[in-house]
């Protein structure tokens, strides 16, 4: 009752839960006396946020609205974990209230550029709730034995708000304690994580990502309640991703295949690359991002033939069909079957 509006509600919750055996209107009582989480909520903001002692920097970064400009694209799987995860903080009232907790330990695997960072933003907008994100470069950068002072301080501050606390590239700090060279140091590190994540409230969710989750300490990796692992988009949701440009069908189709390997980041900067030489140069959008598209294909080794490549570049560029063939020496058809086989014209 001192501080934490969370683990008042939680305890309370789950002193309701026993009660109900003993006396069922008292806990039916109680239970609706329980001021709902949201209430409670607003009794502790406006607390800043904690700094590093040497360099007074901040040590998480807080972010309040959260409003993402596009909304991300998820596989199933994905879109299913975390829809479920959302529906469980929608009814956290009553969850709490029978001593249970909603899903809030969230760990996000896998390569650069897919979304891990994005989904935690998502998260943080669809609960409508602060994002605070570790500033990993603060908590790390003092003295090396600062570090784990600085995480406990993060962990203190985010428990004492409903909040998602996003532990960005968490490798940093998750690594395996026989991992490296600075082992003492790093034990401690990660100590002081497994003891922050076991006493997580129930009412705040924490999202930690990572690019290496093979780095991650084993006993970390066990107490989270959801683990995602973010793959690279294939061609159905890059079309997807693709569908508020102005594209013909076939385009963004041809587009799709030929950029499937590619990370949804990478992508995302053909298409502002493409869009801003478009704008510039009065240029029309489409060939120039079947262009990035062939290249990016064609340096991921996934062009079957290097000269089908050069012919479609040169296509793009304005030629015939029959400028190409006698250009490289090929019959009429061969262009015309790779460039039917690539942009389905
Ligand atoms: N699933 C996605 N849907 C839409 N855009 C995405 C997605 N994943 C990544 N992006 C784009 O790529 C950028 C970088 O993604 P980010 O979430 O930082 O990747 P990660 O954290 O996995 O390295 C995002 O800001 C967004 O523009
Ligand atoms: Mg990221």
Same mark, same amino acid.
């Given at each position: 009752m001192n501080g934490s509006a969370s683990a008042f509600t939680q305890s309370v919750g789950r002193f309701i839960a026993k009660l109900k055996s003993v006396d069922l209107e008292l806990a039916q009582e109680l239970s609706a006396l329980l001021p709902n989480a949201s209430a409670l909520? $607003?009794? +502790? /903001?406006f607390v800043p946020a904690p700094v590093d002692v +040497?360099? @007074? &920097?901040? *040590?998480v970064e807080v972010m309040y609205p959260v409003m993402l400009d596009k909304a991300p694209i998820f596989s199933g799987e994905i879109k299913d974990m975390l829809g479920a995860c959302l529906k469980e903080w929608g009814s956290i009232d009553v969850l709490l209230r029978e001593g249970l907790a909603p899903a809030r330990m969230l760990l996000f695997c896998g390569l650069? #550029? /897919?979304g891990k960072t994005m989904a935690a933003h998502w998260l943080a907008q669809e609960l409508q709730l602060p994002l605070l994100t570790l500033n990993l470069a603060t908590v790390m950068s003092s003295y090396l034995g600062k570090t784990g002072n600085n995480l406990k301080a993060v962990f203190d501050h985010a428990n004492a708000r409903p909040c998602v606390l996003l532990l960005d590239e968490f490798d940093a700090i998750a !690594?395996? @304690?026989? +991992? #490296? $060279?600075?082992v003492g140091e790093l034990k401690r590190l990660v100590n002081v994580l497994l003891q922050a994540l076991d006493e997580w409230p129930a009412n705040a969710m924490l999202v930690a990502a990572t690019n290496h989750g093979e780095l991650l300490d084993p006993a970390v990796w066990r107490r989270f309640d959801v683990v995602l692992n973010f793959d690279k988009p294939d061609a159905g949701l890059i079309a997807q991703f693709l569908c +508020? *440009?102005? *594209?013909a069908d076939k385009t963004r189709e041809a587009l799709a295949k030929l950029l499937e390997g590619e990370s949804f980041s990478a992508i995302g900067a053909m298409v502002l690359s493409a869009r801003k030489t478009a704008l510039l140069e009065q240029a029309p959008l489409e060939p120039l991002l079947l262009k990035l598209a062939i290249r990016a294909c064609m340096s991921r080794g996934q &062009? !079957? !033939?290097?000269l089908d490549a050069e012919m479609l570049l040169m296509y793009l560029d304005g030629y015939s069909r029959r400028e190409i063939a006698s250009h490289f020496g090929k019959t009429h058809p061969t262009v015309s079957s790779v460039i039917k086989r690539y942009l389905g014209e």
């Open positions: 909520r $607003s009794a +502790d /903001t +040497d360099s @007074r &920097m901040q *040590l650069p #550029g /897919t !690594k395996r @304690r026989d +991992d #490296g $060279s600075d +508020d *440009l102005p *594209l &062009m !079957k !033939k290097p």
